[in-house]
């Protein structure tokens, strides 16, 4: 039996996450009869899909960034998996998961599994990739289980994990990096144990090649432990250039495309051959603000800004509708998000203009900002600073390549705002942490106001469902209450495909899983 | 070749961003980051680091990717006969069709023909190649379906077809060699048939044929080594953006990935051969011009 900390939330239905969801083209057009007579799920074919990212490495625990999961998940099961709408955690190589006590955490594993060399999976190969992940000088999931004192295998399907203290956030991080299963034997015979390129793991598709930037190929793993994929295999194009990986669709090259934005999805939306899908996201747009220091320092000039806001603007202009136009740093419907203040800010000039006075800046202020340089993060600005402008905050923008504002922001300590897309992590207490805790590299002021930590304590100590919802509802005001960032809409997972693809979902942290996608003959 | 990869580095060097920040991912901690930042050694001076490549690279080590780990060297080499093939597609796309355009216009000079010559050079020069790229793949790709919109074929794997799948980039890159060759040759030629043992020729009644093909020719050609030596060298950097319109995975789009990556160990290998290849062209085109010119061998 499952053991599952979040259960079934009540308020979060498949209904209202799907109110969300925009979907342009595809099913809205296609006339009633044909919907009536929708093809059955078929097997076979190669999937020609594309993605904008080249994977920095296939070694689940050496890779960095959220589109690495579209190659990963092929090859890789997690330990612990989630429901692609709700990130509701679920079973996958962990059949179950227990705290016996605050700081132990059992975990029961699946039996019958086998890595695609063969090797089977059992409690001692999570044990040795758990060890690995904190012990690997290349690994990049260290910090996610630093909270691990010891881990041992209780059985010969059984991994006790010991923490150091509790935290709730466990579960979920092993529905990411750290949870998805690397074979050990792979590691063993690799050179240095680098196995970045040679992904060998229990999912159901079996790695055939790496082309760096140009191609990842996959084949369908006869023996998979789950349902079979549909799908003889996969094969994975990177292209860089939005425009042109849409093209590869439009010219019959392609038969899905990935991680695209809202300017394509527009263009995709005129040619009736094509499907445009958006849906919720938890990736989402804000600035990061520097309250240790300077004008932001005063909580009256942050709020000025979150007042000056249009957030419905901001996402009918900047994402044509598909995200959604509040100030929390989750979509609606997610069970963390609470609804009573996710529209804490609405446009509310006077009020922004008189707290401004109240801080000493009735002739207005000029803050300095980093942007990205790109086309639609230039648009964002200049919609941004438009609206700012109308309460007399002007903003002093720099743009510049995403790692340089990084740089400018967070290490030099200039300026006093980042515009910037971030989110997309399991579980909300991390997404707290890793950017308002002291000790986050996105936290430029390295600084914690007083109340926060107790809530983010809170939220890492508190493991019935109901209570820690409480919990992280109250985070959610404490951080929208001090203004310590600028949100400004929710962002969509957008693909465009032909209609002969089927079954395939994004989920809310924009990781597919292919196994369900099928494609008609 | 030294100084090249020594400005190169420090500009890499230079260029704001943390490449520690991009190899730990989106959502590091500021331990990682310090940790990655000494494990790569990216906390020794700027010196000490150019240093450590250099000595690497003389022994044919041009070290790994920071992004992808993969070799420097196998990313190159996978990724050069691409970006050499489109070169000299456009090359001898722009030389079959400029060098003609030229002799026409100049043995035309000031009639219509002419005009019009001297008008579409101009604006082949100032026609942007990813424009016309975009304009190429969506009408005679996505219209016509007649070549694919994007890709590339390994040209020692399907040679032919590598050829196909190069045909629209190469043509949107050829325009500006067009261009640039029509009005050399052009004003080269009108500069050699005006000469004075040009018209000594004729005097002597030599035709017009004759003193075109014979003796204008072979005085323009080093004109037109030296142009095509140069268009070489534009090319390469062309190439960079025509790759992304196309999605061909040649060295021009490894190195802008590379640069937004911070990524200087592949952003200095990339370099250092498109050094070789303008050191290589240019030596290519002196001897030829030796060849065609008994003057130059000469005075060499």
């Not at chain 1, 969801?21 to 020609?48: D, F, I, K, N």
């Not at chain 1, 700081?103 to 990739?129: I, K, S, Y």
């Not at chain 1, 006869?222 to 439009?250: H, Q, S």
Request: net charge positive.
């Amino acid at each position: 039996m499952t053991t599952n900390l979040f259960g079934k939330i009540p308020d979060i239905s498949r209904r209202s996450l799907l109110a969300g969801t925009v979907a342009a083209g595809g099913l809205a057009l296609l006339p009633a009869m044909a919907r009536a007579q929708a093809p059955q799920p078929r097997s076979g074919g190669t999937l020609r899909a594309v993605m904008p990212f080249n994977p920095a490495a296939l070694d689940p625990l050496t890779g960095r960034n959220n589109p690495d999961f579209n190659a990963l998940l092929l090859m890789f099961d997690a330990l612990i998996g989630f429901d692609p709408q709700t990130l509701e955690l679920q079973p996958m190589l962990a059949t179950s998961w227990k705290f016996t006590d605050p700081t132990t955490l059992v975990l029961e594993l699946r039996q019958g599994v086998e890595f695609h060399d063969g090797t089977p999976f059992n409690a001692e190969a999570v044990v040795f990739h758990l060890q690995r992940c904190s012990t690997y000088d290349r690994s990049n999931v260290k910090s996610d289980l630093a909270v691990v004192d010891k881990v041992e295998a209780t059985g010969a399907y059984q991994v006790s994990l010991k923490l150091k203290y509790p935290d709730a956030t466990l579960p979920a991080i092993l529905t990411d990096r750290a949870g998805l299963i690397v074979s050990p034997a792979s590691v063993k015979a690799a050179a240095g144990g680098n196995v970045d390129r040679t992904p060998v793991g229990t999912g159901p598709f079996k790695f055939v090649e790496w082309q760096d930037n140009t191609l990842i190929k996959v084949v369908k793993n006869a023996n998979y432990w789950g349902d079979k994929p549909y799908l003889d295999g996969v094969d994975m194009r990177i292209v860089n250039e939005f425009n042109t990986a849409v093209r590869t669709v439009t010219a019959g090259e392609s038969d899905i495309v990935l991680n695209m934005s809202a300017q394509q999805m527009a263009v995709a939306k005129r040619d009736p051959k094509l499907v445009a899908e958006a849906t919720p996201s938890m990736i989402y747009y804000t600035a990061f603000l520097n309250y240790g220091e300077g004008p932001l320092k005063d909580v009256r000039v942050r709020q000025a800004m979150n007042w000056a806001l249009d957030r419905p603007v901001l996402n009918q202009v900047l994402w044509g509708g598909l995200g959604g136009g509040h100030c929390s740093m989750f979509p609606s419907g997610f069970w963390a998000n609470d609804p009573a203040t996710e529209n804490f800010y609405k446009l509310d000039l006077d009020r922004a203009k008189s707290l401004l006075k109240a801080a000493g800046f009735a002739n207005g202020i000029e803050i300095a900002t980093f942007t990205w340089a790109d086309q639609a993060a230039v648009q964002r600005q200049e919609v941004l600073s438009a609206q700012l402008a109308e309460a007399g905050i002007r903003l002093k923008v720099t743009p510049a390549q995403p790692a340089q504002t990084m740089q400018y922001f967070l290490t030099e300590k200039k300026g006093q705002m980042l515009m910037t897309p971030t989110g997309g992590l399991p579980d909300p207490a991390t997404a707290y942490d890793r950017q308002f805790s002291a000790t986050a590299y996105r936290n430029a002021a390295k600084i914690e106001l007083p109340g926060y930590r107790e809530l983010m304590d809170a939220s890492m100590n508190t493991f019935d469902n109901a209570k820690r919802k409480d919990v992280l509802h109250k985070m959610q005001r404490f951080v929208l209450e001090n203004a310590l960032h600028l949100p400004q809409f929710s962002s969509a997972g957008i693909i465009i495909r032909t209609p002969k693809v089927h079954g395939f979902n994004f989920s809310l942290l924009q990781r597919p899983r292919f196994h369900k996608v099928w494609m008609e003959a | 070749m030294i100084v090249a990869t020594f400005v190169v580095f420090s500009l890499v060097y230079m260029m704001p961003g943390d490449p520690a920040m991009m190899i730990a991912g989106d959502y590091a901690t500021a331990e990682r980051i310090a940790e990655i930042r000494q494990i790569y050694g990216f906390d020794r001076p700027m010196l000490v680091q150019y240093f450590f490549w250099l000595g690497n690279a003389v022994q044919g080590d041009l070290g790994h990717s920071l992004f992808s780990n993969e070799s420097v060297l196998r990313l190159i080499l996978s990724r050069l006969p691409h970006t050499v093939l489109l070169v000299l597609y456009a090359l001898v796309l722009g030389a079959a069709l400029g060098i003609p355009l030229g002799i026409l216009a100049a043995t035309r000079q000031g009639t219509t023909l002419d005009k019009i010559i001297t008008s579409v050079a101009s604006l082949g020069v100032a026609v942007p190649n990813f424009w016309l790229g975009i304009i190429l793949v969506t009408l005679f790709s996505l219209g016509y379906r007649w070549f694919p919109a994007t890709g590339a074929v390994s040209v020692f794997e399907k040679p032919l077809e590598s050829l196909y799948y190069a045909t629209l980039p190469a043509v949107a890159l050829s325009t500006g060699v067009v261009a640039v060759l029509a009005r050399q040759v052009r004003s080269a030629l009108l500069e050699v048939l005006g000469s004075q043992y040009i018209r000594t020729l004729r005097a002597k009644g030599l035709g017009s044929g004759a003193i075109l093909w014979k003796h204008g020719l072979r005085n323009v050609a080093a004109t037109m080594l030296t142009i095509a030596g140069l268009q070489v060298n534009r090319l390469f950097s062309s190439a960079v953006i025509i790759e992304a319109v196309f999605a061909i995975p040649g060295v021009g789009n490894l190195i802008s990935y590379s640069a937004l990556n911070k990524d200087f160990p592949v952003v200095q290998g990339v370099a250092l051969v498109l050094v070789l290849v303008v050191i290589l062209t240019n030596l290519l085109v002196d001897v030829l011009n030796a060849t065609f010119d008994p003057r130059v061998a000469a005075s060499t």
